[in-house]
Protein backbone atom coordinates (compact mmCIF):
# COMPACT_ATOMS: atom_id res chain seq x y z
CA UNK A 1 0.00 0.00 0.00
CA UNK A 2 2.88 2.45 0.77
CA UNK A 3 4.33 1.56 -2.66
CA UNK A 4 1.34 2.77 -4.45
CA UNK A 5 0.51 5.62 -2.43
CA UNK A 6 4.00 7.22 -2.94
CA UNK A 7 3.34 5.84 -7.01
CA UNK A 8 0.19 8.19 -6.82
CA UNK A 9 2.23 11.03 -5.28
CA UNK A 10 4.76 10.95 -7.85
CA UNK A 11 2.31 10.72 -10.89
CA UNK A 12 0.97 13.58 -9.19
CA UNK A 13 3.44 15.39 -9.11
CA UNK A 14 4.89 15.02 -12.43
CA UNK A 15 1.54 16.05 -13.59
CA UNK A 16 1.76 19.48 -12.55
CA UNK A 17 5.40 19.71 -13.19
CA UNK A 18 3.62 19.14 -17.35
CA UNK A 19 1.08 21.87 -16.81
CA UNK A 20 4.29 24.13 -15.64
CA UNK A 21 3.97 24.08 -12.29
CA UNK A 22 8.03 22.95 -12.19
CA UNK A 23 8.74 24.87 -15.71
CA UNK A 24 11.71 27.78 -14.43
CA UNK A 25 12.83 28.01 -18.43
CA UNK A 26 13.23 32.01 -18.57
CA UNK A 27 12.05 33.50 -21.41
CA UNK A 28 14.53 34.66 -23.80
CA UNK A 29 15.52 38.81 -23.69
CA UNK A 30 15.56 40.03 -27.73
CA UNK A 31 16.79 43.89 -27.92
CA UNK A 32 17.53 45.82 -30.77
CA UNK A 33 17.43 49.89 -32.02
CA UNK A 34 14.99 51.19 -34.44
CA UNK A 35 17.90 52.25 -36.68
CA UNK A 36 21.78 51.49 -36.47
CA UNK A 37 22.79 54.71 -37.87
CA UNK A 38 21.62 58.39 -37.06
CA UNK A 39 22.20 61.19 -39.46
CA UNK A 40 20.57 64.68 -37.42
CA UNK A 41 21.23 68.48 -37.79
CA UNK A 42 22.90 70.65 -35.63
CA UNK A 43 20.11 72.09 -33.64
CA UNK A 44 17.70 68.88 -34.76
CA UNK A 45 16.13 66.51 -32.55
CA UNK A 46 15.43 62.76 -33.56
CA UNK A 47 14.46 59.81 -31.31
CA UNK A 48 16.61 56.34 -31.11
CA UNK A 49 13.84 53.64 -29.99
CA UNK A 50 14.74 50.34 -28.38
CA UNK A 51 12.95 47.39 -29.48
CA UNK A 52 12.25 44.15 -28.67
CA UNK A 53 11.29 41.98 -25.40
CA UNK A 54 13.39 42.86 -22.16
CA UNK A 55 12.84 43.87 -18.90
CA UNK A 56 13.26 47.60 -17.52
CA UNK A 57 13.82 50.58 -20.11
CA UNK A 58 16.40 51.14 -22.02
CA UNK A 59 19.88 53.34 -20.97
CA UNK A 60 21.79 55.66 -23.76
CA UNK A 61 24.71 57.49 -23.35
CA UNK A 62 26.68 59.49 -26.00
CA UNK A 63 30.51 59.23 -26.72
CA UNK A 64 31.15 63.02 -27.29
CA UNK A 65 28.38 64.89 -26.01
CA UNK A 66 30.26 67.97 -28.25
CA UNK A 67 29.44 66.51 -30.89
CA UNK A 68 25.40 65.22 -29.69
CA UNK A 69 23.42 64.82 -26.70
CA UNK A 70 21.20 62.07 -25.84
CA UNK A 71 18.06 62.41 -23.33
CA UNK A 72 16.86 59.46 -21.16
CA UNK A 73 14.03 58.62 -23.78
CA UNK A 74 16.52 58.34 -26.55
CA UNK A 75 16.12 61.74 -27.83
CA UNK A 76 19.28 63.01 -30.09
CA UNK A 77 20.09 66.19 -30.18
CA UNK A 78 22.62 68.08 -32.72
CA UNK A 79 25.50 70.06 -31.09
CA UNK A 80 28.11 70.69 -33.44
CA UNK A 81 29.30 69.34 -36.76
CA UNK A 82 30.95 65.32 -36.20
CA UNK A 83 30.37 62.06 -35.67
CA UNK A 84 29.91 60.35 -32.20
CA UNK A 85 28.56 57.13 -30.85
CA UNK A 86 25.20 56.50 -29.37
CA UNK A 87 25.40 53.44 -26.67
CA UNK A 88 21.93 51.52 -25.72
CA UNK A 89 21.64 49.37 -23.57
CA UNK A 90 19.43 47.01 -21.71
CA UNK A 91 19.54 44.81 -18.48
CA UNK A 92 22.22 44.13 -16.06
CA UNK A 93 25.26 42.27 -15.07
CA UNK A 94 25.73 38.73 -17.46
CA UNK A 95 22.01 39.84 -19.16
CA UNK A 96 23.39 43.65 -20.12
CA UNK A 97 22.94 43.66 -24.05
CA UNK A 98 24.31 47.02 -25.82
CA UNK A 99 24.02 48.09 -29.32
CA UNK A 100 25.79 50.66 -30.59
CA UNK A 101 24.21 53.87 -32.91
CA UNK A 102 26.32 55.98 -35.53
CA UNK A 103 25.87 59.37 -35.40
CA UNK A 104 26.27 61.85 -37.97
CA UNK A 105 25.92 65.49 -37.41
CA UNK A 106 25.41 67.93 -40.41
CA UNK A 107 25.38 71.87 -40.71
CA UNK A 108 21.58 72.66 -40.01
CA UNK A 109 19.30 74.45 -42.62
CA UNK A 110 17.92 76.91 -40.04
CA UNK A 111 19.67 79.75 -38.55
CA UNK A 112 21.36 78.59 -34.91
CA UNK A 113 19.20 80.08 -32.46
CA UNK A 114 20.48 82.34 -29.29
CA UNK A 115 18.82 80.45 -26.63
CA UNK A 116 16.92 77.35 -26.72
CA UNK A 117 15.15 75.80 -23.78
CA UNK A 118 14.23 72.15 -24.00
CA UNK A 119 12.70 71.16 -20.44
CA UNK A 120 13.63 67.38 -21.08
CA UNK A 121 15.52 67.19 -17.43
CA UNK A 122 12.83 66.80 -14.64
CA UNK A 123 15.32 67.41 -12.00
CA UNK A 124 16.16 70.62 -13.75
CA UNK A 125 13.29 72.12 -15.76
CA UNK A 126 15.46 75.40 -16.57
CA UNK A 127 18.46 74.55 -18.07
CA UNK A 128 19.28 75.95 -21.40
CA UNK A 129 20.10 73.63 -24.50
CA UNK A 130 21.54 76.80 -25.56
CA UNK A 131 22.12 79.60 -23.74
CA UNK A 132 21.99 80.42 -20.29
CA UNK A 133 19.31 78.93 -17.88
CA UNK A 134 15.93 80.32 -16.96
CA UNK A 135 14.86 81.64 -14.52
CA UNK A 136 11.23 81.23 -12.79
CA UNK A 137 9.20 84.23 -12.14
CA UNK A 138 6.12 85.58 -10.86
CA UNK A 139 3.95 89.08 -10.02
CA UNK A 140 4.77 92.19 -11.99
CA UNK A 141 2.79 95.18 -10.35
CA UNK A 142 0.70 95.10 -7.44
CA UNK A 143 -2.81 96.18 -6.76
CA UNK A 144 -1.39 99.76 -6.20
CA UNK A 145 0.83 99.42 -9.32
CA UNK A 146 3.76 99.05 -7.25
CA UNK A 147 6.37 96.90 -8.29
CA UNK A 148 6.38 93.45 -7.03
CA UNK A 149 9.53 90.88 -6.19
CA UNK A 150 9.82 88.59 -9.64
CA UNK A 151 12.13 86.06 -7.90
CA UNK A 152 10.41 82.80 -7.26
CA UNK A 153 10.95 81.38 -3.54
CA UNK A 154 11.83 77.76 -3.30
CA UNK A 155 8.98 77.16 -1.73
CA UNK A 156 6.83 78.11 -4.80
CA UNK A 157 8.96 76.21 -7.56
CA UNK A 158 5.70 73.96 -7.39
CA UNK A 159 4.39 75.77 -9.70
CA UNK A 160 6.92 75.08 -12.46
CA UNK A 161 6.28 70.95 -13.10
CA UNK A 162 7.87 68.64 -15.05
CA UNK A 163 5.27 66.75 -17.64
CA UNK A 164 5.43 64.84 -20.82
CA UNK A 165 6.40 66.47 -23.95
CA UNK A 166 4.52 66.45 -27.59
CA UNK A 167 6.27 63.74 -29.10
CA UNK A 168 8.47 60.37 -27.56
CA UNK A 169 11.59 61.43 -26.56
CA UNK A 170 10.07 65.13 -25.16
CA UNK A 171 10.08 66.61 -21.73
CA UNK A 172 7.71 69.50 -21.13
CA UNK A 173 7.46 72.10 -18.09
CA UNK A 174 3.65 73.05 -16.96
CA UNK A 175 3.33 77.13 -15.75
CA UNK A 176 0.90 77.88 -13.49
CA UNK A 177 -1.27 81.41 -13.48
CA UNK A 178 0.78 84.28 -12.59
CA UNK A 179 4.01 82.57 -13.02
CA UNK A 180 6.65 83.10 -15.62
CA UNK A 181 9.87 82.56 -17.39
CA UNK A 182 12.77 85.28 -17.11
CA UNK A 183 15.97 84.37 -20.50
CA UNK A 184 18.75 86.01 -20.78
CA UNK A 185 18.91 86.11 -24.42
CA UNK A 186 22.60 86.87 -25.12
CA UNK A 187 21.43 89.10 -28.22
CA UNK A 188 23.21 92.57 -29.11
CA UNK A 189 21.84 95.72 -30.37
CA UNK A 190 20.26 95.53 -33.92
CA UNK A 191 18.33 96.70 -36.84
CA UNK A 192 19.37 100.61 -36.45
CA UNK A 193 19.09 100.78 -33.02
CA UNK A 194 20.07 101.35 -29.56
CA UNK A 195 17.67 98.07 -28.29
CA UNK A 196 17.00 94.64 -29.93
CA UNK A 197 14.69 95.32 -33.12
CA UNK A 198 14.88 92.22 -34.82
CA UNK A 199 14.15 88.85 -33.59
CA UNK A 200 12.11 85.65 -33.72
CA UNK A 201 10.96 83.91 -30.51
CA UNK A 202 8.86 80.20 -30.93
CA UNK A 203 7.20 77.67 -28.56
CA UNK A 204 5.85 74.22 -28.76
CA UNK A 205 3.13 74.76 -26.93
CA UNK A 206 -0.43 73.33 -25.44
CA UNK A 207 -3.42 75.38 -23.59
CA UNK A 208 -6.20 74.25 -21.67
CA UNK A 209 -8.07 77.25 -22.94
CA UNK A 210 -7.02 79.39 -25.62
CA UNK A 211 -10.00 81.55 -25.64
CA UNK A 212 -8.21 83.44 -22.69
CA UNK A 213 -5.53 85.85 -22.89
CA UNK A 214 -2.00 84.45 -22.10
CA UNK A 215 1.02 86.04 -22.33
CA UNK A 216 3.98 84.43 -24.50
CA UNK A 217 5.69 87.37 -24.97
CA UNK A 218 6.50 90.33 -22.61
CA UNK A 219 9.72 92.78 -23.59
CA UNK A 220 9.34 94.84 -20.34
CA UNK A 221 11.86 92.60 -17.60
CA UNK A 222 9.92 94.60 -15.23
CA UNK A 223 6.54 93.05 -16.07
CA UNK A 224 5.07 96.48 -15.20
CA UNK A 225 2.62 96.64 -18.77
CA UNK A 226 0.80 94.09 -21.14
CA UNK A 227 2.23 91.44 -22.18
CA UNK A 228 3.82 92.05 -26.01
CA UNK A 229 2.64 88.79 -27.51
CA UNK A 230 -0.66 86.64 -26.64
CA UNK A 231 -2.69 84.18 -27.45
CA UNK A 232 -6.49 84.59 -27.39
CA UNK A 233 -9.88 83.71 -28.99
CA UNK A 234 -7.65 80.77 -30.60
CA UNK A 235 -5.29 82.93 -32.40
CA UNK A 236 -3.05 85.04 -31.63
CA UNK A 237 -2.39 89.02 -31.07
CA UNK A 238 -2.01 92.08 -28.73
CA UNK A 239 -5.29 94.56 -28.08
CA UNK A 240 -3.51 97.50 -28.98
CA UNK A 241 -1.68 96.00 -32.19
CA UNK A 242 -4.50 93.78 -34.12
CA UNK A 243 -5.33 90.13 -33.79
CA UNK A 244 -5.60 87.51 -36.21
CA UNK A 245 -8.52 86.72 -38.45
CA UNK A 246 -7.67 82.92 -38.10
CA UNK A 247 -8.21 81.01 -35.16
CA UNK A 248 -5.99 77.53 -35.95
CA UNK A 249 -5.43 77.11 -32.19
CA UNK A 250 -7.09 74.11 -30.99
CA UNK A 251 -7.77 73.67 -26.94
CA UNK A 252 -5.40 70.13 -25.61
CA UNK A 253 -3.21 70.16 -28.84
CA UNK A 254 0.53 70.50 -29.06
CA UNK A 255 0.94 73.43 -31.86
CA UNK A 256 4.25 75.26 -33.29
CA UNK A 257 3.76 79.17 -32.35
CA UNK A 258 6.05 81.66 -33.97
CA UNK A 259 6.71 85.25 -33.48
CA UNK A 260 8.82 86.98 -36.12
CA UNK A 261 9.36 90.87 -35.44
CA UNK A 262 11.45 93.15 -37.74
CA UNK A 263 10.60 96.90 -36.26
CA UNK A 264 9.88 99.29 -38.70
CA UNK A 265 9.72 96.62 -41.60
CA UNK A 266 6.45 96.32 -43.50
CA UNK A 267 5.81 92.69 -43.02
CA UNK A 268 7.37 92.13 -39.43
CA UNK A 269 5.03 95.38 -38.03
CA UNK A 270 1.70 93.75 -37.60
CA UNK A 271 1.31 91.88 -40.55
CA UNK A 272 2.85 87.90 -40.56
CA UNK A 273 4.00 88.48 -37.48
CA UNK A 274 2.76 85.30 -36.09
CA UNK A 275 3.06 81.82 -37.41
CA UNK A 276 0.73 78.78 -36.34
CA UNK A 277 2.14 75.41 -37.33
CA UNK A 278 4.30 76.83 -39.66
CA UNK A 279 1.61 78.75 -41.41
CA UNK A 280 1.27 82.68 -41.20
CA UNK A 281 -1.82 84.41 -39.67
CA UNK A 282 -2.34 88.05 -40.76
CA UNK A 283 -3.36 90.46 -38.43
CA UNK A 284 -7.67 91.43 -38.76
CA UNK A 285 -7.16 94.57 -36.72
CA UNK A 286 -5.10 97.49 -35.68
CA UNK A 287 -5.97 100.12 -33.13
CA UNK A 288 -3.99 103.20 -34.18
CA UNK A 289 -3.40 104.28 -37.66
CA UNK A 290 0.78 103.36 -37.66
CA UNK A 291 0.69 99.54 -38.60
CA UNK A 292 4.82 99.12 -38.46
CA UNK A 293 6.50 98.81 -34.83
CA UNK A 294 9.00 101.64 -34.67
CA UNK A 295 12.46 101.07 -33.68
CA UNK A 296 13.50 101.22 -30.26
CA UNK A 297 9.73 100.80 -29.38
CA UNK A 298 7.85 99.02 -27.38
CA UNK A 299 8.37 95.40 -28.95
CA UNK A 300 11.83 96.25 -28.88
CA UNK A 301 13.62 93.66 -26.20
CA UNK A 302 15.90 94.82 -23.38
CA UNK A 303 19.33 94.11 -23.79
CA UNK A 304 19.53 91.65 -21.23
CA UNK A 305 16.09 89.76 -20.83
CA UNK A 306 12.93 88.69 -22.03
CA UNK A 307 10.08 87.22 -20.11
CA UNK A 308 8.26 84.01 -21.48
CA UNK A 309 4.51 83.43 -20.58
CA UNK A 310 4.50 86.75 -18.49
CA UNK A 311 2.07 89.44 -18.20
CA UNK A 312 1.54 92.54 -15.74
CA UNK A 313 -1.93 91.24 -14.15
CA UNK A 314 -1.65 87.61 -14.17
CA UNK A 315 -2.42 87.27 -17.90
CA UNK A 316 -5.94 89.83 -17.87
CA UNK A 317 -8.89 89.83 -15.94
CA UNK A 318 -10.42 87.67 -18.62
CA UNK A 319 -8.71 84.47 -16.75
CA UNK A 320 -9.82 85.29 -13.36
CA UNK A 321 -13.25 84.12 -13.72
CA UNK A 322 -12.55 80.67 -12.46
CA UNK A 323 -10.93 78.60 -15.36
CA UNK A 324 -7.98 76.65 -14.76
CA UNK A 325 -6.15 77.34 -18.08
CA UNK A 326 -2.80 75.48 -17.77
CA UNK A 327 0.34 75.89 -20.30
CA UNK A 328 2.52 73.67 -21.01
CA UNK A 329 5.70 74.23 -23.44
CA UNK A 330 7.97 71.86 -24.89
CA UNK A 331 10.40 73.82 -26.41
CA UNK A 332 11.52 77.57 -26.30
CA UNK A 333 13.72 79.31 -29.02
CA UNK A 334 14.88 82.81 -30.01
CA UNK A 335 16.98 84.15 -32.89
CA UNK A 336 18.38 87.36 -33.48
CA UNK A 337 16.45 87.80 -36.27
CA UNK A 338 13.31 87.52 -38.23
CA UNK A 339 12.84 84.50 -39.65
CA UNK A 340 11.06 83.75 -43.00
CA UNK A 341 7.93 82.14 -44.09
CA UNK A 342 9.83 79.47 -45.34
CA UNK A 343 12.35 79.56 -42.42
CA UNK A 344 9.32 79.18 -40.11
CA UNK A 345 7.59 76.45 -42.14
CA UNK A 346 11.04 74.84 -42.22
CA UNK A 347 11.10 74.63 -38.27
CA UNK A 348 7.69 73.14 -37.81
CA UNK A 349 8.55 70.79 -39.82
CA UNK A 350 12.17 69.91 -37.96
CA UNK A 351 10.31 70.35 -34.45
CA UNK A 352 7.84 67.39 -35.70
CA UNK A 353 10.25 64.62 -36.76
Known amino acids: MKTKKLFRVTVLACALGAWGCGDDKETEQTFD ?53 IIVSVGTG ?60 TTA ?40 NEYTVSWVIKFSDAAKWTGLLQTDPANSNDADCFVVDLGMGQSWSGRTDDKPIVNGQ ?45 RSLDLATVLFLADNDGEDPENTDGVANTVEVSDIRIWDRALTDDDVQKLHVKLNK
Open 94 to 153: EKKKTVEVAVTVVAGTLPTPKGAWLFDDADDLFQARIGQALKPGQGGKDAADQAVDLLVP
Open 157 to 196: LSHFTAVAGRKTGDGAIRVDRGYFLEATHGIAANGGGTMV
Open 254 to 298: WHTLVFSMKCGEDGHGTKNIYYCDGVPLPVGYSKGENTLQNIDDN
Open 33 to 85: VSSRTLQVEVDERKVIEATGNFEGNATYVSEDTNIATVNEFGGVEGITEGTTK
